[in-house]
């Protein structure tokens, strides 16, 4: 596919995606006291148990194979190659929120870690004290006053709102390396972060396993602390109301 027809593609995606977020981002009526908004939970609860036979029948056991068959450096290269790749979108989000120096942060970081990380294998820019800095198109909805909108869970990538979904959807075209790159190139940081979120489910194994496998009510706890950290990450004071934790393993299902 040439560069005009993807930049043309991304355009009407970018379109379509913020119409998408205008029109399911307000906040609305629908929240419970409790602070969620969760008009869709029967079918959430349907892909909630989806996702949940998917780790125990797949993701789990490859996750730990991987983590067993890969040796621990290895995995810090894939998660770092596949962070590194990831900062050219953070420059655009970040820009997009009027973010200069967070533009500034990924620009230095994706310099240092493609070169002296070499091609980011490394984390070179950490260890000179440059700090992480992520951020993606779903909190630049947040920034630019877009509403978090109704919670739901897709198949496959777990917790959501309308907001991040939509999110979710631009951020396949916000990185410019995307645009640039031939195939496989191209895929590269695809296949890495696989990598990485296979490292990631083993190494918060237990977490991840009392969550979905030993709470009275799985789907309502991995919907309080996806909620409770997003806007945590967000700094999302116009929250309306906090969450209780102490009330969710009496929930029913």
Known sequence: MSLYARLQRAAFLFLMAASLAACA???????SPDGINDPLET??????????????????????????????????????FATNLGQPAVMVNSLLQGDLKGVGVSALRFTVNSTVGV???????TDMTVVQHDTDFGETLFVWGVGEGAYHELPVLGPSTARRTTGRIVDLFTNP??????????Y???????????SARAKFSET???????????????????????R???????????IDPFELDTEGF
């Open 25 to 31: 981002g307000t906040n609305g009526s629908g929240i």
């Open 177 to 186: 390396l995307s645009y640039v790159l031939d195939s496989p190139e191209e």
């Open 188 to 198: 590269f940081g695809t296949v890495a972060s696989v990598g990485s979120g296979l």
């Open 43 to 80: 079918q959430n609860r349907k892909i909630h148990e989806f996702n949940k036979n998917l780790d125990r029948k797949l993701v789990r056991p490859l996750a730990h194979d991987y983590a067993n068959a890969v040796p621990d450096g290895v995995e810090e290269s894939v998660s770092n």
């Open 208 to 230: 991840v396993d009392s969550v979905l496998y030993e709470s009275a009510d799985s789907y309502a706890q991995a919907r309080l602390i996806y909620l409770q950290n997003r």
């Open 119 to 125: 091609l980011g294998l490394f984390d070179a820019a």
């Open 232 to 242: 945590f990450t967000l700094g999302d004071e116009a929250a309306d109301a906090e």
